[in-house]
């Protein structure tokens, strides 16, 4: 096998059954959150339709001049559609049309994955439509999104939608320490800070995981005037609040003596031991609470984030 594909295994077999049976569609529609799996998915479906290996059970194979080809990106019925700067731009669109009413040239399909499609502008949109609505013989086309709902029902019906979901955290983990080489609490606080996100896991590990496992300042501050300065750094980094409220969850575990083998930071045991001293279970309720609601406030609303988080950060203290 030349993949490793961590999870989606519904899908995987899914795909291969397209695969076996001649039946694969001319569009699909993959969504999920970024980091899921979407593009990974895609090429190694790509990679089954057009693997010229013999033994069909072990398609992909990895090993065929196809199968190299896909490896080295320049299999010439494999094309990536990527946006343009913060677009996909209709001239994108327009070579793939110009280009997808021939004849694949070497595989049995020509297939184009069009990463986060949700960038297609409105031109853009309107020009595919008319791809999707008379597709050419043997071609495939893969569109990939982060959000369904900004893709116009007219797309979304013309492909064949897969939906692909977070891992458990628990099953993830047990993957990770397979694949990479982690102990199981690496393992462990890395599924459950990805929230069951493979790409999210990987990274976290390929980035040592270390720095996620330091106790944030804002669980021990006690002086307000640090509120300011705590709120700059967690405006910096995007996943700072989701890392947070893994944090308040342990202490809040550690207050009702929870086994240790919920807390996402078992590494800082001792730590948050001692922390959890100062803390009333209705604090840590409240802060997480707090958080919660601050980062709703930063995605629905108009409110300047840095505000947002300075006053999160003084009723954090
Ligand atoms: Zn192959």
Redesign the pocket.
């Known amino acids: 096998m ?1 993949y490793t594909i961590i999870g989606h295994q519904n899908i995987i077999s899914q795909l291969n059954k397209a695969v076996k049976a001649e039946r694969v569609a001319g569009a699909y529609l993959f969504t999920g959150v970024q980091g899921v799996g979407k593009e990974t998915v895609a090429c190694y479906f790509a ?1 089954l339709i ?4 013999t033994d069909e059970a072990l ?9 190299r080809k896909i490896q080295n990106g320049n299999h010439p019925d494999l094309h990536f559609i990527r946006p343009d700067g913060s677009q996909i731009k209709i001239d994108q669109i327009r070579d793939m049309q110009q280009q997808i009413v021939y004849q694949p040239l070497e595989g049995p399909r020509k297939i184009y994955i069009l990463t986060n499609t949700e960038r297609l502008n409105d031109a853009a949109a309107n020009a595919i439509l008319k791809t999707l609505e008379e597709p050419p013989a043997a071609s495939t086309l893969i569109l990939l999104t982060e959000n369904i709902e900004t893709i116009i029902l007219t797309i979304r019906s013309r492909c064949q939608i897969i939906p692909l979901y977070p891992m458990h955290t628990k099953q993830l983990a047990t993957e990770l320490t397979k694949h990479f080489s982690v102990d199981e609490e690496t393992a462990s606080s890395a599924a459950i800070l990805s929230n069951g996100i493979v790409g999210k896991a990987i990274t976290l590990i390929e980035d040592g995981i270390s720095a996620h496992q330091k106790i944030p300042d804002i669980l021990s501050e006690t002086d307000p005037m640090a509120a300011f300065r705590i709120a700059e750094q967690l405006e910096k980094n995007p996943e700072s609040l989701d890392e947070l409220i893994t944090w308040y969850r342990d202490l809040l575990f550690l207050q009702q003596d929870a086994p240790i083998e919920l807390l996402t930071h078992p590494n800082a045991i001792d730590d948050l031991k001692e922390l959890v001293k100062g803390y009333s279970r209705l604090r840590i309720e409240r802060a997480i609470k707090n958080v919660l609601e601050t980062k709703s406030l930063i995605q629905n609303t108009f409110v300047t984030k840095i505000t947002a988080l300075e006053v999160m950060c003084l009723k954090l203290i």
């Open positions: 030349a990679n057009l693997c010229q290996g398609k992909p194979c990895g090993e065929c001049n196809a199968c």
